[in-house]
Structures are given as structure tokens and as C-alpha cells.
């Protein structure tokens, strides 16, 4: 046996746009074992709901991450809506389909991008932000935002898309799917993409399941378990498979989150054609009381907000898991076995966010 | 601007941030609004860079990552603080884990607030920043010493 060395990988690296550390065993160029170990970014905020009112909370938990706020929000307000039994109306639920749709588009383009970073492909991740800039757009005119919309209230949401503004939207879109499709060709096609992707990175489909993988990095895998499929907001009256590759390799997980981006114009599409009008908001009253469980899909698998009420306007208990934080053990699983200079490139495969993991 | 003498890089760290500033740095750096039209490369080596720029407030965990960080870069340099949290802490200023802005560890030159940081203001702030770096490369070149005080006292307390 050779001599075993190690090799600390962050907190502050070239590859990676946020702190995690890795601690990487060698042995010559191949990775025997990894260490991960977090906390650079973890805030504390699960515990700030004692502080906040519940309503107030929502802007919180929209900046429990910056690229999946949306859907943080979304989520902390269908616990709450949950606990309180309030019916939100109809309109409301198409509306924040239509901006969960949007945030998975934003968050898929902008990690395809840093994807094609890792691999030194700066062009293609250029071409992939300058995309993303459209999506953003009309985010921000729809939302008042960028990146943190705060456009999810608990009842409903804080404001409307006129209908001329949602075919705008839907024709730029049309516009957009056009360029999106020469860029995935890029990913999907190019060959020496294929060489750094394909069969790097390995994550096996039962060792997926067992270490609890979520999203891309669990239907890469060739699971077909999306969160979209419990039919929350409005995604139970649209059609739609969730895309699966069985390869369980970086270029699956690539190639999933290329084509899921397609599915989610088609969607937006789906959405505009069957919103109905409508109010789009009801009034709160009163405080929430008793627990809930609320799951939904962010762009990097599913997320489970807990809710905890004891009638006051505080809760007591919020807690979150997020998609990262369980792909971090497969990850480990990946990483064994590979060469030191892929390992950015399996970093980056599960689309690590680790403001999301840690809080 | 005249006083864009030399291509800056920039060094980016996320001090416990949600992301969201990261982001908008990185949107900076791409076609939209592409900075490194003016010579502005986010590199990933503290040796390499003259602009420190720092997202987030500071935790238990990477306070130490950041003096290391600042230390390591060579004089002259200017630090950027963007955001709302590495300004005070911001939205979550009251989180037992957050320690508050980053101007308790190490000096700050340009505060870009906002949550989050758009990028017209985080490249408003970066090109403030540049007047900065290039007084301090002339009070360097006379010999004046430009060495600012470090707050170890925050370091060492750690958090109440």
C-alpha cells in the first residue's frame, strides 16, 4: 500500500463559490476517503421563528438560501396555510407554480453554468448566465426582485401577473427555449464534455436511495421520485413526467438538469393556458397552533419544512432539511475512488448549496 | 476613469451568506453586466488580489478563514462589503451564530448595501473602491505606512 496523504479541499477555493471543507485522503492521485465538515455558513435561523411573528417569518425563510428563495417561501407558507387551514385561492397557487417554476429554471441554468466552469469551459458558462439574465428579468418584473422576491405571503401571494404580462412572459420564453436548446446540445453532445463527465462520479441506484439523495443527484440515479409529483401549489392539474437518467454518473446528473429545465418551460406554458382569475390573497387571522409537515421540490430535490405553533403569533419550532445537506453523504460515496483532479467536477454534479445545508 | 491604471482581481469570500449577493458578484462577472471588460478577474488566490470582496456576516466557524484571507493579500488592498449582513448582520443580525458585520474583524473601505446586493451597485461600489486602492498605492509608493488596525478583540470574545 502507498503512502496515504491528505489534502484539505476549501473553504475558500478557486471551484467553489461557497465555504465547505473537504478533507481528501490520498493515495497517489486516487481519493480513498473524504471528510466533510460544515458550519461556515450556518446562521442559526431555524430559531429565530421565536423572534419573528409568523407572518413575518416568511422573509426569513427567503433567505434561508438566495438562488431557491422562492421556494423556501413557498414552503414555510403552505406549513403555515397547512396548521391554520386556510384555503388559498385558486389563482395564488397557479402564480406561485409559475415563479417555483421560474426559480428551478434560474437555479438549473446558473449551475449548469458554474458546471461548465469546473470543467474550464468559460464560454459555455457565459452563454449559460447570459440566458439566465432573461430568466431574472422578468422575475424582477413579475416580483420586484432578482434573486430575493418576496412575493409569497402566508394566504397567498403579494401581488398578480396581468394576463398580458404572463404572454409576454410565455412568448419570451418560446424565444429563450430555442437558445436553451443549442446550450444543452453543447452539454449533452459535446464529446469532450463526455469524456470529463461520463462514468466519473458513480453513485450506483441502490447506493442512491440508501444515502438518501434528493433531485437531480437521486434521478440521475434513475429514481423517478420528484416532490412536484404530491401535487402542491398547482402542479396536481399539469402534466408532466419527472426526467430520469439511469447512468448515475456526473454526466446523468448534468443531463438531468438540462432537460428539466424544458420541463419547466413546458409547465410555465401549461400554467398560463389554465390560470383561472381570481382573488389572490386572503385575509390571516388569528395564530397557528399544532404541527406541520410540508415537502416540496427546490431545484436541488426535495425539501421538508417542519412548522411547530402553540397558538401565539411565534411559533416555537421551525425546522428545515434541505436537498444539499442529504446529498452530502452520497457525495462522500461518489468521491471515493476517483482521481484528485476530478473532484471539483463531483462537487459541483450535486449542485451544492451550502447556505441552504447549513442555515 | 483615469485612475484605472492596472487590472484589479478580486477576491471573493462568502462569510455565511444566503447566496443571494454571491450570486449577483458572479452576474457581475458575466455578459450582462461584465466587469472583466475593465480588467476585474475573480480569482481564487488570496495572493493574486487587491480587491477583498466579503458577503455575509461572520460566525464562530469563519472568522479565522477571514483574517487568514485578508492577511494574505498584499498591500495595497481594499476590502467591499456587500450586503446588508456583512455590513450589520442584517435579517439576521439576531441569530445566535451571527457575530454581526464583518467591519468587526477586519477594516472595511466600501459598505454596498442592499438584500440583496444588486449588481449595479455592487459594480458602483467595486469601481469606488478602485479611487480607494489606487490612493493607498500612492501613499505606499511615498513610504506612508497604510496598515490598519485589526480588531482582535471580536476574535478572541467570540460570541455572547
Known amino acids: ?28 492521485e ?8 460544515i458550519g461556515y455558513v450556518h446562521r442559526g435561523l431555524e430559531k429565530l421563528v421565536e423572534r419573528r411573528e409568523y407572518t413575518e417569518y416568511v422573509y426569513v425563510a ?57 470543467l474550464g469551459f468559460e464560454n459555455l458558462f457565459m452563454n449559460a448566465w447570459r440566458l439566465r439574465e432573461h430568466i431574472l428579468d422578468d422575475m424582477e418584473a413579475t416580483t420586484g426582485g432578482r434573486v430575493i422576491q418576496g412575493s409569497c405571503k402566508v394566504g397567498g401571494v403579494r401581488r398578480d401577473i396581468s394576463s398580458e404580462k404572463l404572454d409576454q412572459m410565455v412568448s419570451g420564453l418560446n424565444e429563450l427555449e430555442k437558445e436553451m436548446k443549442e446550450l444543452t446540445e453543447v452539454f449533452l453532445r459535446d464529446s ?21 439523495a434528493a433531485g437531480p443527484t437521486l434521478r440521475g440515479s434513475g429514481w423517478s421520485i420528484d416532490a412536484r ?75 421538508v419544512h417542519y412548522l411547530k405553533g402553540n397558538g401565539t403569533k411565534n411559533l416555537v419550532r421551525s425546522r428545515v432539511r434541505t436537498p444539499t445537506f442529504t446529498n452530502i453523504p452520497p457525495l462522500v460515496a461518489m468521491l471515493k475512488g476517483c482521481e484528485l483532479a476530478d473532484v471539483p467536477v463531483i462537487v459541483h454534479s450535486i449542485d451544492p448549496c451550502i447556505g441552504c445545508a447549513e442555515r | 476613469m483615469t485612475y484605472l491604471s492596472k487590472s484589479p482581481w478580486l477576491l471573493h469570500y462568502n462569510a455565511s451568506s444566503c447566496n443571494g449577493c454571491d450570486i449577483e458578484i458572479l452576474a457581475c462577472l458575466t455578459p450582462m453586466y461584465d466587469v472583466e471588460r475593465f480588467g476585474i478577474i475573480n480569482t481564487g488566490n488570496p495572493k493574486h488580489a487587491d480587491i477583498f470582496v466579503v458577503t455575509g456576516s461572520i460566525n464562530e466557524e469563519n472568522k479565522d478563514v477571514l483574517v487568514n484571507l485578508y492577511e494574505q493579500i498584499p498591500d495595497p488592498k481594499v476590502v467591499v462589503a456587500i450586503g446588508i449582513c ?13 457575530m454581526g458585520g464583518i467591519d468587526k474583524l477586519i477594516p472595511v473601505d466600501v459598505y454596498v448595501p442592499g438584500c440583496a446586493a444588486r449588481p449595479e451597485s455592487i459594480i458602483d461600489g467595486i469601481v469606488k473602491s478602485l479611487g480607494i486602492l489606487e490612493e493607498k498605492r500612492t501613499a505606499m509608493v511615498k513610504g506612508i505606512p497604510v496598515k490598519p488596525e485589526m480588531n482582535t478583540a471580536v476574535r478572541e470574545a467570540g460570541t455572547e
Open chain 1, 1 to 28: 500500500m502507498s503512502r496515504q496523504i491528505i489534502i484539505p479541499f476549501g473553504p475558500q477555493h478557486p471551484v467553489l463559490p461557497e465555504p465547505i471543507h473537504l478533507d481528501l485522503v490520498l493515495e497517489d
Open chain 1, 30 to 37: 486516487i481519493v480513498v476517503d473524504v471528510i466533510p465538515s
Open chain 1, 62 to 118: 427567503e433567505r434561508i438560501c438566495g438562488i431557491c428563495s422562492f421556494v423556501h417561501g413557498l414552503a414555510y407558507c403552505q406549513g403555515v396555510e397547512g396548521m391554520m387551514k386556510i384555503e388559498v385561492p385558486e389563482r395564488a397557487l397557479y402564480l406561485r407554480t409559475i415563479w417555483s417554476e421560474y426559480s428551478r429554471l434560474h437555479s438549473h441554468l446558473l449551475t449548469l453554468g458554474l458546471f461548465a466552469d469546473v
Open chain 1, 192 to 212: 469532450s464534455i463526455k469524456s470529463r463527465l461520463c462514468g466519473v462520479g458513480v453513485l450506483p441506484k441502490k447506493e442512491a436511495y440508501e444515502y438518501g
Open chain 1, 229 to 303: 409529483k404530491l401535487g402542491y401549489a398547482a402542479f396536481s392539474k399539469l402534466n408532466f413526467e419527472p426526467v430520469v437518467e439511469t447512468q448515475g454518473d456526473c454526466y446523468a446528473r448534468c443531463a438531468v438538469r438540462a432537460k428539466e429545465m424544458f420541463v419547466s418551460i413546458d409547465l410555465i406554458r401549461q400554467a398560463v393556458q389554465k390560470i383561472p382569475d381570481g382573488p389572490v390573497e386572503v385575509k390571516v387571522t388569528g395564530a397557528p397552533d399544532g404541527e406541520y409537515f410540508t415537502r416540496v421540490e427546490q431545484p436541488r430535490g426535495e425539501l
Open chain 2, 86 to 98: 456583512a455590513a450589520s448582520g442584517g435579517v439576521f443580525r439576531e441569530c445566535y451564530n451571527v
